[in-house]
């Protein structure tokens, strides 16, 4: 059996052809992970160029609003580029580069990936093409444009939902047209071994700091953090440097749409079955013969039908909870951290301080959480706009 | 019949169709259009939501059978009652989560049921073929390995364990390294065809034991619904014969 397994997830169900870029990849990676020269370039980038580290801000006002735990966010979206896909895209396209290709390609949904990858391949003088559903770039107008002012080519996804697991499946194709001089960037920790392993290494950056500024600041490890659940990327990185601490709980909020009793959710654990499909084994929105559901959310980087291996796992072993949030309580949230702390954050991100409004008042004043707010929200004002029946175009 | 024989008596031809597509009785007729034009070995496909591995036409014709309710067990229904009117046998193409949500073994006493001999998994690579390739074997069907010839290092041993056949999959202009490959093999290698004629494959199509007809089948399908069948004949006739004319090398 392949390597890369959490339990029985994971794996790397992938096309023969796609066998020897995935086979290099792994030993690369592998390789320049704990190389020093690779290390010290990665950690320049992510303190100078992308703003490393992130504060990890207590909101006052919040936490005294909801009479509960004691409430902290950690800033992602105040990394270059607006989220913490930032982390992961640095670390990729150098690996990419050090592995000698000249091209960089991604998938994006909510196009915050495609953003930093374009980022990235503008800063490292790589060729850079985006692949993103037809829906998605009507929804996310402004990032396509930013990716083109980035100088990469965006490419409109048509087939099936037109979404972001459409977009997984051209980008895969188009990786073995031009498996020679092109790394594809996947933006969760999801599809075939070595992505859901590296992507988390790249992301666990979240948790390390966590771990240390919550040291600082109050001498004791958080009693839970929270984090938003698409593809998991966010929220591993987030966990990560917890999970070995038994006493914080994980909590992981996942994309209920308008609701996880209904068919319109992307709420993967909470409605999904174990399934293969990108590559990997693990939960996924499916149908009774194992057709890929068309899921929904109002959030275009949580609309996706699956979920990475390692949550898989860590839900089954019962370390991590996973809870379901809809669109209301999302944008009931957006609404509500703007107005309380002055932070506009992601509709992704809303996710999990909707969940936090809900668990806070429940826990005691002695008790902190932590809010991973993973992305800024700016990209997602005229959407939400719009969906408060206001005429606003971008 | 069984794989073997099927590569017995010359180059093998195996066109491929969706099930399904535009309807099941349709897909009834074509499987005895088929039958009638001489195909060796019939690659019936269940449509999955995300056919990535498939090209653009087949991925589009597989979202629309879904669409319009088509199951898995109505497909088994369908060959089981079509299996007792053709000779020709069946393999079956799918990908890993039509098998592995209905149950690998169930799937398999299933398929071996209603008469398949092969499984084809375009998203199984070698690796991870055990938790397949056992559950084909209790069923007494042949898990199909695909070899890229691009990749030396894996060739020899996916090629050396390769069950019933192997499907070929072709560089875009690159070059196979036949000897190594048939030192490898010890079963018979079959290329698919990519486009409409056998001509466009030159010399690869010399070399190998069987030719699939990937696409250009559901081409036509696509251009004449319901009535294709004839036109599905005439065309896989003709095909067939460019193919054993091509016949150079001896058979396995």
Sequence with gaps: MATGRFGVHGGQYIPEVLMEAVT???????????????????????????????????????????????????????????????????????????????????????????????????????????????????????????????????????????????????????????????????????????????????????????????????????????????????????????IPEAQVRLIGCEAAGQGAERYDTAATITTGRVGIFHGMKTYFCQDEFGQIAPVYSIAAGLDYPGVGPEHAYLHEEGRAEYVAVTDVEAVEAFEYLSITEGIIPAIESSHAVAYARRLAPRMHKDEIMVINLSGRGDKDCAAIARYRGEDLVE | MSLNQVFSQGKAVIPHLVCGYPNLATTEKLILALEKADA???????????????????????????????????????????????????????????????????????????????LILPDVPFEEKEEFASACNQAGISFISFVAPAFAARVTKIASSAQGYICLSLPPGGEVDWDTLRQAAAVPIAVPLGGRSPGELGETVVQADGVIIDAAVMEIVAEHGEKASGHVCDYVQEVAAQIRASGMRSVV
């Design chain 1, 24 to 242: 290099e990849l792994t030993e690369a990676y592998f390789t320049l992970k704990d190389e020093p020269g690779f290390r010290a370039d990665l950690q320049n980038l992510l303190n100078n160029y992308a703003g490393r580290p992130s504060p990890l801000y207590y909101a006052e006002k919040m936490t005294k609003d909801l009479g509960g735990a004691k409430i902290y966010l950690k800033r992602e979206d105040l990394n270059h580029t607006g989220s913490h896909k930032i982390n992961n895209v640095l670390g990729q396209a150098l690996l990419a580069k050090r592995m000698g290709k000249k091209r960089l390609i991604a998938e994006t949904g909510a196009g915050q990936h495609g953003v930093a990858t374009a980022t990235a391949a503008a800063l490292m003088d790589m060729e850079c093409e985006i692949l993103m559903g037809a829906e998605d770039m009507k929804r996310q107008a402004l990032n396509v444009y930013r990716m083109r002012l980035l100088g990469a080519k965006v490419t409109e996804v048509r087939s099936g939902t037109a979404s972001l697991k459409d977009a997984v499946n051209q980008a895969m194709g188009e990786w073995v047209r031009r498996i020679k001089d092109t790394h594809y960037v996947i933006g969760s920790v999801v599809g075939p071994h070595p992505f859901p392993v590296m992507v988390r290494d790249f992301q666990a950056v979240i948790s390390a700091e966590i771990k240390e500024q919550i040291l600082a600041a109050e001498g004791r490890l958080p009693d839970a953090v929270l984090a938003c659940v698409g593809g998991g990327s966010n929220c591993i990185g987030a966990f990560y440097h917890f």
């Design chain 2, 40 to 118: 060796s070995l019939i690659e019936l496909g269940i449509p999955f939501s995300d056919a990535a591995a498939d090209g653009p036409l087949i991925q589009r014709i597989s979202e629309e059978v879904i669409t319009t309710g088509v199951t898995t067990d109505q497909i088994f229904d369908l060959v089981q009652r079509v299996k007792n009117k053709i000779t020709t046998p069946l393999a079956l193409r799918t990908y890993a989560n039509v098998v592995f949500s209905y149950g690998t073994e169930r799937f398999l006493a299933r398929a071996a049921e209603v008469g398949f001999k092969a």
